[in-house]
T-cell receptor, first 116, second 114 residues
Framework: DQQVKQNSPSLSVQEGRISILNCDYT??????FLWYKKYPAEGPTFLIS?????DKNEDGRFTVFLNKSAKHLSLHIVPSQPGDSAVYFC???????????????FGQGTILTVHP | GAVVSQHPSRVICKSGTSVKIECRSL??????MFWYRQFPKKSLMLMAT?????????EQGVEKDKFLINHASLTLSTLTVTSAHPEDSSFYIC??????????FGSGTRLTVV
């Protein structure tokens, strides 16, 4: 049962344009969402996160939007740069025991290629 | 801050031997660490959640006797792949939870069993 889904395996964008990566989830207990960037044979690098009390969070070129009713989130990168080319994973978590968040559940990843 | 060191970065071992992978939080104390496995071009699959001083919680389908996890201190968790076989070859990644909601990942370990 894939609780976090990234339905687009790949995305190709021209440099300077906007990249939009999408993610859907099914578990209504998830209330914290994160985006990671990953290169082969390396660990994921944190990009941006959002809690369920917000519908938007922005950090520089990266903006994450959350639509709780649709159980959908998206990552916008603008302007896109060739150095952004990597695999992007969305992940979700829920509070456990009231003290902290627990395990992350990852989507399948989307390969972003930004062409010069 | 919030650096997680994982090593070795890659290891090749013979079938039937055991391999230990270390995950250290360098500048913070991690009460909870997670171990993931990634197959080529696939997602990160959680194997187990490790809490300091207690037994790890394994995900369904993960053999706890094959993948031994020890979290003896607030800065160190280890994953031992026992009696490794070629099908255990994979990319293993650890993650540490700092505070309430900050997850930091190690750089991963490429295990090849020959």
């Amino acid at each position: 049962d894939q609780q976090v889904k990234q339905n687009s395996p790949s995305l190709s964008v021209q440099e300077g344009r906007i990249s939009i990566l999408n993610c859907d989830y099914t578990n209504s207990m998830f209330d914290y969402f994160l985006w990671y960037k990953k290169y082969p044979a390396e660990g994921p690098t944190f990009l941006i996160s959002i809690s369920s009390i917000k519908d938007k969070n922005e950090d520089g070129r990266f903006t994450v939007f959350l639509n709780k009713s649709a159980k959908h989130l998206s990552l916008h990168i603008v302007p896109s740069q060739p150095g952004d080319s990597a695999v992007y994973f969305c992940a979700a978590s829920a509070v456990t025991g009231g003290t902290s968040y627990g395990k992350l559940t990852f989507g399948q990843g989307t390969i972003l290629t930004v062409h010069p | 801050g919030a650096v997680v060191s994982q090593h070795p970065s890659r290891v090749i071992c013979k079938s039937g031997t055991s391999v230990k992978i270390e995950c250290r939080s360098l500048d913070f104390q991690a009460t909870t660490m997670f171990w993931y496995r990634q197959f080529p071009k696939k997602s990160l699959m959680l194997m187990a959640t490790s809490n300091e001083g207690s037994k790890a919680t394994y995900e369904q389908g993960v053999e706890k006797d094959k993948f031994l996890i020890n979290h003896a201190s607030l800065t160190l968790s280890t994953l031992t792949v026992t009696s490794a076989h070629p099908e255990d070859s994979s990319f293993y990644i650890c993650s540490a939870l700092m505070g309430y909601d900050r997850y930091t990942f190690g750089s991963g370990t490429r295990l090849t069993v020959v």
